[in-house]
């Protein structure tokens, strides 16, 4: 690692666990920030996975070569600041020129207290990450040496046993009826005079989640990451949503055992994404695994019988596919990359997850009927309780 040094103001490090060190520049808050390092292969949608409350606990590195260029925006924002510790970049632009521009990165990092390093080769460290997995890493624009993050960053635990949706999950519940307010989203909206009354429970839910369900035709009733089968039935949903999130799976031991008791309830309709795919699965028997470097970007390919899919992707752990119990569950989709589990439904339940994001936000909506798909189940309930 070499003599310690103090860094100037200006100048960043980012230390890896494996010893790693790349010098660069500083923007954003001047501080430390350590996380699991990760990389995101998106090429728009910055600030969106910045504020996704799945990114929490992690540095990401994004392959695009220019983060700023764009700005920044109330409207974009998956949740009132950023979840990111920390963002690595290989340059950013001095200038925001986009027509909805609100305000520039840098400043809008600094207010959120979001450590930033630019100037570093983060095609090296991509391919350096893919060759040898997801590590944890420290940003450091404080002047603390490199011996002393390299220190830190060894005694800082990994993912694997970390429950991060009880950090980023609401404390209290909230009602949700809004859309997305952009005049160019041309995304189809079904706003019925009875919405259907769904219950989303938040592991770290993004907003863009809330806006298609409601498009979709749903009202609903976000409540924390914490509720019981008593407290989400109390509601009386005709379907239950179970939302993306951070962390490890397996440690969220408070939704699977939710996902558990909804999946006794007859005929009840519940719908997965990211996290929430994951929890039915282990509520189900299923394992988990961690991902080597995880799935982060805009264009992963997934795939049913005759059917494919570009899709946005936010995970590090996937689901064993022969843990699963084979009589009661299909798997659906594959992502074609790696044959890893990417949906599945049950057999004869209305129930059914998805491991990639539908609602996109950034990404391509190839994957929206997703959400038209769990509100054709509760349409068919209610047609039968009806009769």
Partial sequence: MGDAVTAPSSAALLV??????????????VGTAIGEVVFNTG????????????????????????????GINASDQEADHPHVRGVIARQ?????????????????????????????????????????????GAISSDGTSPEALLDQVRAAPAMQ????????????????DATCSADFDVRPQSLPDRPYRVVAVD??????ILERLVAHGCSVTVLPASASLEQVLSHQPEGVFLSNGPGDPAAVTSGIALARDLLVQPDLPVFGICLGHQILALALGGRRFKLGYGHRGL????????????????????????????????????????????????????????????????????????????????AERRARDAR
């Fill in 299 to 378: 264009n992963h390919p997934c795939g049913s019988p005759g059917q494919v899919e570009i899709t946005s992707q936010n995970h590090g752990f996937a689901i064993e596919a022969d843990s699963l119990p084979a009589d009661r569950v299909a798997i659906t989709h594959h992502n074609l990359n790696d044959g890893t589990v990417a949906a599945l439904a049950l057999r004869d339940q209305p129930v059914f997850g998805v491991q990639y994001h539908p609602e996109a936000s950034p990404g391509p909506h190839d994957a929206d009927h997703h959400f038209a798909r769990f509100v054709a189940l509760m």
């Fill in 161 to 176: 046993g970390l429950d991060l949706a009880s950090v980023v999950t609401t404390s209290e519940p909230y009602q949700w």
């Fill in 16 to 29: 890896l666990a494996d010893g790693t060190l790349l010098r660069g520049e500083a923007f954003g808050a």
């Fill in 92 to 136: 950013t632009s001095p200038v925001a020129s986009n027509w909805r521009s609100e305000g520039d990165l840098d400043g809008w990092l600094r207010s959120h207290g979001v450590v930033g390093i630019r100037g570093v080769d983060t095609r090296a460290l991509v391919r350096h990450l893919r060759e040898g997995g997801a590590i944890n």
């Fill in 203 to 208: 592991y770290g839910i993004k907003r863009a």
């Fill in 43 to 70: 090429m728009t949608g910055y600030q969106e996975v910045m504020t996704d409350p799945s990114y929490s606990g992690q540095l990401v590195t994004f392959t695009y070569p220019e983060l700023g260029n764009t």
